[in-house]
């Protein structure tokens, strides 16, 4: 039987460790090893789950690793997949858990098919915001073009967490986190969907996302969070020039698709920054001869066309009718593209 990696960095997590972890030796896929990253937390983290390993009968499944100094989720994360001896790897961030058959609903059709991975739903605990589904069928998605489209149609999400994958797909192409950034997820999960020929979608709830004062997403936007989604743009920028095989229009439609959504959130959260992610959207234009974009990122790109001030005027207001319609259809309760 395949064995499944379960990654945890730990940092800073003392009121959740203890639930995380029983949720990962818990897990009802019997062929699991448990790897934490001790990423130098300062809390008592560390204590809590090594009190939880000592009386555990998986506690022989456990492997700790510990960093000489604090070097952020994205390392702590690589330093998992390095020492990974699972055929699959899977990544559960220490301040959430798993239902007891998350691995085995992820793993089973995984393995069946031969997937470079498969994805579930989630269920966001704490907040008044309701559980995500997705919007895929259950099934099999073959072909990278219709694995890139889906993405492009935010049918699936682009958090690392609760996407189970394989250790020699991450390997042979490279797909590491790029350290020192925010939204890391962003850039790892636009290379997964651009390499991956096939994924698995399941409809069940395999992981429980919790909502809490000091996560990321609640703490709004600040001006490093901006220059990581510029950063982020100029890496894809070079990531597609640099590759052939990824000079294809689906490829292209994602890439401007995440410039829109970056300048959405820049629109909504940081008003008066909107210039500066444009200038950044701009700058990391991509020209594929002979290859044009779907037909509302082709809108968006006529901006390139026009001289700069014109052409960020062009691109701020289009964005902004696409949000003002995007609310519309919420509503009115039209869903679908």
């Known amino acids: 039987m395949e064995k499944v990696s379960i990654i945890i960095p730990v940092y800073k997590v003392e009121p959740y460790i203890e639930r995380c972890l029983l ?5 009802s896929y019997p062929n699991i090893e448990v790897i934490l990253i001790d990423d130098c937390s300062p809390d008592r983290s560390m204590a809590i789950a090594a009190n939880c390993i000592g009386s555990h009968p998986r506690k022989d499944a456990v492997k700790i690793i510990s960093h000489n100094h604090n070097m952020g989720l994205s390392c702590a994360r690589n330093t998992g997949i390095n020492a990974a001896t699972g055929d699959y790897v899977y990544f559960l961030d220490s301040d959430d858990f798993l239902p007891v058959d998350a691995i085995n609903l992820l793993a089973s059709p995984a393995i069946k098919n031969d997937a470079d991975f498969s994805i579930g739903n989630y269920q966001i605990i704490g907040g008044n915001r309701c559980p995500t589904q997705l919007t895929l069928p259950t099934g099999i998605i073959s072909g990278n073009k219709n694995i890139i489209k889906l993405l492009y149609h935010e049918q699936w999400y682009v958090m690392a967490w609760n996407k189970l994958i394989k250790t020699d797909f991450i390997k042979q192409h490279n797909l590491y986190f790029e350290p020192g950034i925010i939204h890391e997820d962003d850039l790892w999960t636009f290379k997964v969907a651009t390499k991956a020929r096939t994924m698995c979608t399941i409809n069940e709830t395999t992981y429980c996302y919790e909502l809490h004062q000091g996560a990321i997403t609640g703490n ?34 994602l890439f401007e698709h995440y410039k829109m959504l970056y300048m959405r959130v820049v629109h909504i959260h940081l008003p008066g920054k909107e210039q500066e992610m444009y200038d950044a959207i701009r700058a990391n234009r991509l020209k594929l001869p ?14 390139y066309r026009l001289p700069h001030r014109l052409g960020y005027l062009y691109y701020k207001y289009a964005v902004w009718l696409n949000y003002k319609f995007l609310c519309l259809k919420i509503k009115l309760g039209i869903t679908g593209k």
Do not use: V, W
Request: glycine share 8%.
């Open 290 to 303: 002979g290859i044009k974009p779907y037909l509302p990122e082709r809108l968006l790109s006529f901006n």
């Open 23 to 27: 949720s990962a030796l818990g897990q």
């Open 220 to 253: 709004g936007m600040t001006q490093r969070h901006l220059d990581c989604r510029k950063a982020i743009i100029g890496m894809l920028h070079r990531y597609i020039n640099a590759d052939p095989s990824l000079h294809t229009r689906e490829t292209l439609s």
